[in-house]
């Protein structure tokens, strides 16, 4: 079924583009700016500001350590969350509806209570000074979004196929990877994704959990606008939302090419593969 919008719902289309993209224009106008404090207009534009930020060991380190937390966030959100959403989806853990209020709990509770919480936790721990903090806390967020997209993912998905497979005489394990992982693989990238994308522009977290040693992007980020509100700062958060924004086309490339590959109808030579090889 195909959707047509008339000139009303072109014109709100427009709208709505235009407020949530001219915020990032703006600063990125003030991100490549010649200019030694942020001015708009900026009387010209540059890159010096961005090799500056690239160059600058503090602000690299703060992006390597960015990235390692939420590299690190996804493979545990992945590990914890892909089994959890099979086991809710498939009603093996208590009363389904139950446990997806439960595991989306952190995803309600306000970042700062579940910051505050954390920090008292780790603090007793004294393990404050580490990334450990801070995987652990993303990971508690990613993975609730990993639960919710398989789940939802796992209801489109028939069950005969993964028994049809166990009676052809595959195991349990070759018909979980075989099977019902690349049936669902766009729930999991999506997981995958929003895990990450918690992970990488959480400043909450950072604020609470965060150190002098132990300082993520979102954290430098803000104590730059805290103290010296220069373009560097604008440069860095474009920078922060340009990574956001791949990302998620990223993720959304390869849904799009697995659904391309996979159509649901190829799913029965999948199944006849995995009991030719087993």
């Known amino acids: ?17 235009v407020f949530l993209w001219a915020p990032l224009v703006v600063v990125a106008m003030l991100g490549f700016s010649d200019a030694n404090s942020m001015t708009f207009p900026p009387p010209a534009y540059s890159t010096r500001w961005l090799s500056a930020l690239l160059s600058d060991p503090v602000w690299t380190q703060s992006i390597t350590t960015s990235l390692l937390i939420g590299s690190v966030t996804v493979l545990l959100s992945l590990v914890l969350g892909v089994p ?6 498939r009603g093996a853990i208590g009363r389904q509806y139950s446990v997806q209020a439960l595991v989306a709990t952190p995803l309600i509770l306000p970042a700062i ?11 007793t721990l004294k393990v404050l000074d580490s990334i450990v903090p801070l995987v652990v806390a ?7 979004y990993v639960v919710i997209t398989v789940v939802s993912a796992s209801r489109t998905l028939d069950p005969r196929l993964e028994a049809a497979a166990r009676t052809m005489g595959a195991s349990f394990s070759k018909a979980l990877i075989t099977i019902t992982l690349p049936l669902i693989s766009v729930g999991i ?15 909450v977290g950072a604020l609470m959990l965060g150190t002098a040693r132990v300082q993520p992007f979102p954290l430098k980020l803000w104590g730059e606008m805290q103290n010296v509100l220069d373009p560097i700062a604008a440069t860095a958060a474009v920078l922060l939302s340009l990574v956001s924004i791949a990302i998620l086309l990223i993720g959304g490339l390869i849904v799009v090419l697995r659904r391309r590959r996979m159509p649901t109808g190829q799913a ?8 030719a090889s087993s």
Do not use: C, E, K, Q
């Open 268 to 275: 029965a030579n999948v199944l006849l593969r995995s009991g």
């Open 1 to 17: 079924m195909t959707v047509r919008l008339g000139p009303f719902g072109w014109i709100l289309l427009i709208l709505v583009n």
């Open 138 to 144: 993303h990971t508690t967020v990613g993975v609730s």
């Open 84 to 89: 959890l959403g099979l086991g809710v989806a």
């Open 113 to 123: 209570s579940l910051a505050v919480g954390f920090y008292f936790v780790f603090a």
């Open 189 to 203: 990238i999506g997981g995958a994704v929003l895990a990450f994308l918690h992970s990488w522009d959480d400043v």
